[in-house]
């Protein structure tokens, strides 16, 4: 079994800042991407931000230059700077990765239980 908890949500005024936390534990032998997506209400979950083991990243137009991801390999550990945050940015926030949790096993995705974000005045 592999746990995700995420941490460091909150209510932020527009043009703030927030990092999120997230760490995987449990029968990890390797972890290939992690990820936070978000979901606002009545909407679809939607990527946010992916890195690979390798370091390479990608984010949506609609957080690049704003929304920063790294990743601690060691610690198993993955976090989102947050920058010029906006009240569209609003939603809960979960954390992906993608394990294989032996030599040899099919690799799974394990998602977080979420955070909540809310950018208001």
């Known amino acids: 079994q592999v746990q995700l908890v995420e941490s460091g949500g909150g209510l932020v005024q527009p043009g703030g800042s927030l990092r999120l936390s997230c760490a995987a534990s449990?029968?990890?032998?390797?972890?290939?991407?992690m990820g936070w997506y978000r979901q606002a209400p009545g909407q679809q979950r939607e990527l946010v931000a992916r890195?690979?083991?390798?370091?390479?990243?990608n984010y949506p137009d609609s957080v690049k230059g704003r929304f920063t991801i790294s990743r601690d390999n060691a610690k198993n550990t993955v976090n989102l700077q947050m920058n010029s945050l906006k009240p569209e940015d609003t939603a809960v926030y979960y954390c992906?990765?993608?394990?294989?949790?032996?030599?040899?096993?099919?690799?799974?995705?394990?998602w977080g239980q979420g955070t909540q974000v809310t950018v208001s005045s």
């Open positions: 992906n990765a993608i394990v294989q949790a032996f030599p040899s096993a099919f690799r799974g995705s394990y």
């Open positions: 449990g029968s990890i032998f390797s972890i290939d991407a």
């Open positions: 890195i690979t083991n390798g370091g390479s990243t």
